[in-house]
């Protein structure tokens, strides 16, 4: 079981990136999810989760450029980034609570990251 991110790269200032989650392996769904980030030298923040109802919550200095939303065919989460930033530059990363099948439980798992940076 494990969460991969992608999608990171170098971007210029008021470009976009898609980031997309993917919880594999044997699981049943995901439940609450949510993306964080992390600068050099500071602690790693929220950015937005999700329920599994489709309920957001968003930092208050991203709301309306950063949106999250699941597809749970896929098991996959997305964070859409636009109008970035250089302030937008760390690494992000994915972590959700994922339903694990026989016996039915839930664990929460955290993806490895993936390297953003906006260049000025």
């Known amino acids: 079981v494990q969460l991969v991110e992608s999608g990171g790269g170098l971007v210029q200032a008021g470009g976009s990136l898609r980031l997309p989650c993917v919880a594999s392996?044997?699981?049943?769904?995901?439940?609450?999810a949510g993306w964080y980030r992390q600068a050099a030298g500071t602690q790693r923040e929220l950015v937005a989760n999700?329920?599994?109802?489709?309920?957001?919550n968003y930092a208050d200095a991203l709301k309306g450029r950063f949106a999250i939303s699941r597809d749970n065919a896929k098991n996959t989460v997305y964070l859409q980034m636009n109008s970035l930033e250089p302030e937008d530059t760390g690494v992000y990363y994915c972590?959700?609570?994922?339903?694990?099948?026989?016996?039915?439980?839930?664990?929460?798992?955290w993806g490895r990251g993936t390297q953003v940076t906006v260049s000025s």
């Open positions: 999700i329920t599994s109802s489709h309920s957001t």
């Open positions: 972590n959700a609570d994922l339903l694990i099948p026989a016996p039915e439980r839930v664990r929460r798992y």
């Open positions: 392996g044997s699981i049943s769904g995901i439940r609450a």
